[in-house]
C-alpha cells in the first residue's frame, strides 16, 4: 500500500503530530557492511500503555475501532517482516513513543527509499511548531538537520514563511 | 546552514511576520492521514507549499490534518479563506493544486470541477 520508505515515514511521523508531539527525530541508516537498513523515529509524545501499544500494531484491531491511529504502523511492520528485517514499538502514557524498524536491503522486496527530500522539506513546513531532527546517512550521504537550531536562526520568522520555505527546498535539493 | 543567508531572509522576512501571525487570508488544509499518503497528498501538500513560496504569499498557511473519513477521495485539501465558506476539493494531485493556488487562492474563484 505505501509505495516506498519515504511514505511510511511520512506516515508514522503524522502519528507522532497527532499524539503532540514537539520534537520528533528520524533516523535513517544504512549500514554498509550488512546492508541492513534502520528507521527509528522518536517522539516526545503523549505516548500509549501497553495495551494500546500491542493493539496498534494489529491491522485487524485498527479497522474496527475510530482511534486516530490508521493503519501505518501495522504496514511499516509488514514491509519491515517480509523483507528480512524486524520492527519494534517501544512507548508508555507521558513519555512519548519509538518506532524502530530494520530492513535487509538486498531483500528483492524491499521497497524504493522514495524521496525523502520531499518526506523531510512537507513535515518541517507544515508543522511549524515542532521541532525536527533528521539524520539520513545511507550509501555515501550524510546529512543531518535539526529545525530548532534552524528556528533559533529565524529569531520568530516562522519556518512556513514563504522565504524560509523557498531556502529550505534549495538547501534540502543542495544537502540531501 | 548558510548564517548570511538565512540572516538576509530573516530580515527580509520580519517585516511582515507580524502581519502574517494576526491573520492568515487563506488557509490549505492538506489530508495527511494513511489513506490520503498512500494515494499520493505528499507531491500535493508539497506543490502548495511550494506555490506559496514561488509567489511569496505571506498571507496563506498551509498545513495538514490527519484521516478525512473520504478514503476514496484522497487526496484531499480544504480551503478556508477569510468570510467565505470552505471548499473541499478531492483526488488532488499536483496539476490540480497549482489550479487551485491561482485561480482559487490568487483570484478568489474556486476551482468547481475538482470541488466535492
Known amino acids: 500500500m505505501m509505495e516506498d520508505i519515504s511514505s511510511h515515514i511520512m506516515d508514522i511521523v503524522m502519528n507522532s503530530v497527532t499524539a503532540e508531539a514537539k520534537h520528533i527525530s528520524v533516523v535513517i541508516e544504512k549500514d554498509p557492511r550488512t546492508s541492513i537498513l534502520g528507521l527509528t523515529i522518536a517522539d516526545d509524545g503523549v505516548g500509549m500503555d501497553s495495551e494500546t501499544a500491542q ?34 514499538l517501544t512507548s508508555a502514557r507521558g513519555a512519548g513513543t519509538t518506532i524502530r524498524a530494520t530492513f535487509d536491503s538486498r531483500h528483492p522486496d524491499l521497497p524504493p527509499m522514495g524521496n525523502v527530500r520531499d518526506t523531510f522539506f512537507v513535515l518541517i513546513v507544515s508543522h511549524p511548531d515542532v521541532d525536527f531532527n533528521f539524520h539520513y546517512f545511507v550509501d555515501g550521504k550524510n546529512f543531518t538537520l535539526d529545525t530548532g537550531e534552524l528556528k533559533r536562526e529565524l529569531d520568530g520568522v516562522p519556518v512556513n514563511h514563504p522565504e524560509v520555505i523557498s531556502f529550505l527546498s534549495k538547501y534540502l535539493d543542495e544537502h540531501l | ?3 548570511e543567508e538565512l540572516k538576509k531572509i530573516r530580515e527580509k522576512a520580519q517585516k511582515d511576520v507580524e502581519l502574517r501571525q494576526k491573520q492568515s487570508r487563506v488557509r490549505i488544509v492538506v489530508g495527511m492521514g ?17 506555490e506559496v513560496g514561488k509567489r511569496n504569499l505571506a498571507d496563506v498557511i498551509v498545513t495538514q490534518t490527519g484521516e478525512k473519513g473520504l478514503a476514496s477521495q484522497e487526496p484531499m485539501v480544504e480551503v478556508f479563506e477569510e468570510g467565505k465558506p470552505a471548499v473541499v476539493y478531492g483526488n488532488m494531485s499536483p496539476e490540480k493544486a497549482k489550479r487551485v493556488v491561482v485561480e482559487h487562492v490568487v483570484n478568489g474563484h474556486p476551482v468547481s470541477e475538482f470541488a466535492i
Do not use: H
Open chain 1, 55 to 88: 493493539k496498534v500494531q494489529d491491522p485487524f484491531f485498527s479497522t474496527k475501532t475510530g482511534r486516530k491511529v490508521g493503519l501505518g504502523i501495522p504496514l511499516l511492520k509488514g514491509t519491515a517482516e517480509t523483507t528480512g528485517g524486524s520492527f519494534e
Open chain 2, 1 to 3: 546552514m548558510n548564517l
Open chain 2, 34 to 50: 494513511t489513506s490520503g499518503i498512500a494515494a499520493g497528498a505528499r507531491d500535493v501538500l508539497k506543490t502548495f507549499v511550494e
